[in-house]
């Protein structure tokens, strides 16, 4: 089955602490793999994608991730997270058909 | 660079009435997406376009949803008639060459 997880349905971290968002996928939607942002009340927002080459891919806002092709897994990192870091983050991957298929989402939300 | 628009970006309506969203998209961009997202979950895909022609509309609910995508710009999602289930967050999104999707604000459906 073509899937996309993510664990974690809401992530609670105190501003300036480290987070780790996890995203598990299928075998099958492993061609293309994306984190996106929302904000209320907004569209989505690409962070930072996977094609090929190096498994360490660098996005936007200081977010970072890592494919890692034996444990099927995107989990997305920041070092050090801001109050405007609160969002909706969802992790997609993208099947040998073209179809983008979204994980449920996880709900982050930073502490002051 | 203008982004994907939508309009409108709220809608009420009763159910069993027509309602109609419009999408434009990145110039250029020959792929379009529409999504819907329900609350708290991810965006489920319900078509895709590749310039003018519908080439995934498998989640597309035929007996009450249509959509058209004329001259391969534009498009337009249709309900009639609205069932108080479609209140949603309805998506469009549109790519180059099937590399990431970029997404519009949304249209807020509420079915009453």
């Known amino acids: 089955a073509q899937s996309v997880t993510q664990l974690d349905s809401q992530v609670p971290v105190f501003e300036e602490a480290p987070v780790e968002l996890r995203c598990n996928y299928s075998?099958?939607?492993?061609?293309?793999l994306f984190w996106y942002v929302q904000y209320p009340n907004q569209g989505l927002q690409l962070l930072l994608k996977?094609?090929?080459?190096?498994?360490l891919v660098k996005g936007i806002n200081g977010f970072e991730a890592e494919f890692n092709k034996s444990q099927t897994s995107f989990h997305l990192r920041k070092p050090s997270v801001h109050i405007s870091d609160t969002a909706e983050y969802f992790c997609?991957?993208?099947?040998?058909?073209?179809?983008?298929?979204f994980g449920p989402g996880t709900s982050l939300s930073v502490i002051p | 660079e203008a982004g994907v628009v939508q309009s409108p970006r709220y809608k009420i309506i009763e159910k069993k009435q027509p309602v109609a969203f419009w999408c434009n998209p990145i110039?250029?961009?020959?792929?379009l997406y529409w999504y819907r997202q329900n609350l708290g979950q991810g965006p489920e895909l319900l078509i895709r376009?590749?310039?003018?022609?519908?080439?995934?509309d498998s989640q597309l609910p035929k007996d009450r949803f249509s959509a058209e995508r004329l001259k391969g710009v534009d498009s337009t999602l249709k309900i009639q008639p609205a069932e108080l289930g479609d209140s949603a967050v309805y998506l469009c999104?549109?790519?180059?060459?099937?590399?990431?999707?970029?997404f519009g604000q949304g249209t807020r459906l509420t079915v009453v």
């Open positions: 999104a549109s790519s180059l060459l099937g590399y990431e999707a970029f």
């Open positions: 997609a991957g993208k099947t040998s058909y073209d179809k983008v298929i």
């Open positions: 110039s250029g961009h020959n792929t």
């Open positions: 075998s099958s939607v492993s061609v293309y």
């Open positions: 996977y094609l090929s080459g190096s498994t």
């Open positions: 376009y590749e310039n003018e022609e519908a080439v995934d």
